[in-house]
């Protein structure tokens, strides 16, 4: 077995989930992770699959291409690298970094700019910008690995004195912590 990578985009609507994963039943593919999401009114999956060794990339973008365009959507297809990301995750420790304040553009930029200058990796990111100075409205959250040469304490430094600079608030807790104060 082969394993890809495919993106789907386009308007969201009902069915697009089950169309993808039909084409992928129908060529004897196995959907390995899943993860969707709907931003404003797009819809974005991104699915790693298992594909039959007999069955080529052309072949498989070709199906997608066609079962998806009555829903318009658009697929994108990547062989998966059996290299490592080089990044060890093994031993780095889980955080979770969220800000709130006015929307203004480049936020994301320098924010990521700091965390990457720590060598620190991002592993989920959720903006959230309805506009407006209310601090409320505009939230990120950033899901980071954080390895054990990390000068933690620099990191968080670092972090605060930017995000005063942008006028946000910052909370940076270990995901464990974050997790358990904000169980529903």
Same mark, same amino acid.
């Given at each position: 077995?082969?394993?890809?990578?495919?993106?789907?985009?386009?308007?969201?609507?009902?069915?697009?989930?089950?169309?993808?994963?039909?084409?992928?039943?129908? *060529?004897? *593919?196995?959907?390995?992770n899943?993860?969707?999401?709907?931003?404003?009114?797009?819809?974005?999956?991104?699915f790693?699959?298992?594909?039959?060794?007999?069955?080529?990339?052309?072949?498989?973008?070709?199906?997608? %291409?066609?079962?998806?365009?009555?829903?318009?959507?658009?697929?994108?297809? %990547?062989?998966?690298?059996?290299e490592?990301?080089?990044?060890?995750?093994?031993?780095?420790?889980?955080?979770?970094?969220?800000?709130?304040?006015?929307?203004?553009?480049?936020?994301?930029?320098?924010?990521?700019?700091?965390?990457?200058?720590?060598?620190?990796?991002?592993?989920?990111?959720?903006?959230?910008? %309805?506009?407006?100075?209310?601090?409320?409205?505009?939230?990120?959250?950033?899901?980071?690995?954080?390895?054990? &040469?990390?000068?933690? &304490? %620099?990191?968080?430094?670092?972090?605060?004195?930017?995000?005063? &600079?942008?006028?946000?608030?910052?909370?940076?807790?270990?995901?464990?912590?974050?997790?358990?104060?904000?169980?529903?």
């Open positions: 077995m082969n394993k890809v990578i495919i993106s789907v985009l386009g308007p969201d609507g009902p069915g697009i989930i089950a169309m993808v994963a039909k084409i992928l039943f129908a *060529c004897e *593919c196995n959907i390995e899943v993860s969707q999401t709907i931003l404003q009114n797009e819809f974005s999956g991104i790693i699959v298992s594909t039959p060794a007999d069955l080529s990339t052309g072949a498989l973008s070709s199906r997608l %291409k066609e079962g998806l365009a009555p829903l318009r959507q658009h697929s994108f297809i %990547k062989s998966l690298s059996t490592g990301s080089g990044f060890d995750t093994t031993s780095s420790e889980p955080f979770v970094i969220t800000t709130r304040g006015p929307d203004q553009k480049g936020l994301v930029a320098r924010i990521t700019e700091v965390i990457a200058r720590h060598g620190v990796n991002v592993t989920n990111l959720q903006a959230i910008f %309805k506009g407006g100075d209310n601090p409320g409205d505009n939230i990120m959250i950033y899901e980071v690995d954080v390895p054990p &040469e990390t000068d933690s &304490e %620099k990191l968080q430094q670092d972090l605060r004195t930017k995000s005063d &600079e942008l006028g946000l608030t910052i909370s940076i807790q270990h995901r464990r912590i974050f997790e358990t104060i904000n169980r529903v």
